[in-house]
């Protein structure tokens, strides 16, 4: 390997990621990152900001080592359950922010897109309740699993936007997009998902266990 790894040594359950050349015949960074619990389901998803930055979530589901969390980051504490974890690093072996994104209940992290001017939004679901930043869509009441929608700023240091949006049945934020600034989101809902008014394309739930939901 090229650099040294953040992470040499594994623990029951860690994620794990990787860099290659451009060429894909070189490996030049490999980590594991994650505390003595388990990381599921790993490492889910990353985004290069360039040859060197990379930004990486994933859920875990106890408290990390002091290393994974900086001074001055959104969230410096671990809410307990399970908790989304972001973070930025240079070359898979430095650091440069990192941040938990929970309450008292378990979040589960699904997926994340980078704005043009760094700030990383992200999207999952919990059974808890957030602090709320900036929050538009609104949640249901109860204990059911609702979507989970955040945008961090480029720094890490606190949250732009942060909301939960559900009804009375559980939901999801399953994957993001983000074209011309605006992020687009895909997921599955069920009773009671807050749609956006007359004239959207299926404002009705028909049942099952869920239904798919897309927004902007």
């Known amino acids: 390997m090229a650099g040294t790894s953040f992470d040499a040594t ?18 030049d960074y490999a980590t594991y990152i994650g505390g003595t619990a388990d990381e599921f389901p790993a490492a889910t998803s990353i985004r290069a900001l360039d040859d060197n930055s990379f930004i990486v979530g994933f859920t875990a589901e106890a408290a990390l080592p002091a290393a994974y969390i900086s001074a001055g980051s959104a969230q410096t504490t671990f809410g307990g359950g399970a908790d989304m974890w972001l973070g930025k690093f240079t070359n898979l072996n430095s650091l440069n922010w990192g ?16 704005f043009s001017d760094g700030r990383v939004a992200f999207c999952g679901f919990g059974v808890g309740s957030l602090t709320e930043v900036a929050s538009a869509a609104g949640r249901s009441t109860g204990t059911d699993e609702d979507g989970i929608i955040g945008i961090l700023k480029a720094d890490g240091s606190a949250f732009n936007y942060l909301d ?7 939901d999801r934020i399953n994957d993001f997009e983000i074209v011309n600034n605006l992020v687009y989101w895909t ?4 009773n009671g998902f807050p749609v956006s008014g ?8 028909y049942g099952g266990i869920s239904d798919v939901v897309l927004g902007k």
């Open 10 to 27: 594994r623990n029951s359950g860690d994620g794990f990621v990787a860099a290659f050349s451009r060429d894909l015949g070189t490996l």
């Open 99 to 114: 941040t938990y994104v929970g309450g008292s209940s378990a979040e589960t992290f699904n997926d994340l897109e980078v």
């Open 164 to 170: 939960e949006i559900g009804g009375t049945g559980g």
């Open 187 to 190: 997921g599955v809902g069920a």
């Open 198 to 205: 007359s004239g959207v394309y299926q404002s009705t739930y």
